[in-house]
């Protein structure tokens, strides 16, 4: 017999492969590459080198495709707390999920 847990997410989740830059404290300046494997309103989870301690912030920006917004491609920086890391055998990655607390529309100038 499987169990099941019972399903907690109240907002949609996309799956998306996006390359995203993440900061977080032992980071370096610059942050890390990374790829996104699933985004919802939110939350994130992204393949990065190395795991991120558990309870973490970070601050990551990404850039939503005009496939997503109906428009022009978005820029968006979001800054969050790590709440879960997974090891990722398929890409040799550690899969780590993020909650997002507060997001911000970027423009070019």
Known sequence: MTETRPERR???RFALRLPLIVSFPVASDK???????DVSARGICFYLDAGIPNGSDLEFTLTLPQEITGTESIRVRCKGKVVRQDAAPETAKTAV????????FLTDK
């Open 97 to 104: 999920a993020a909650v997002i607390h507060e997001y911000e």
């Open 10 to 12: 109240v907002t949609r």
């Open 31 to 37: 942050g890390k590459e990374a790829e996104s494997r």
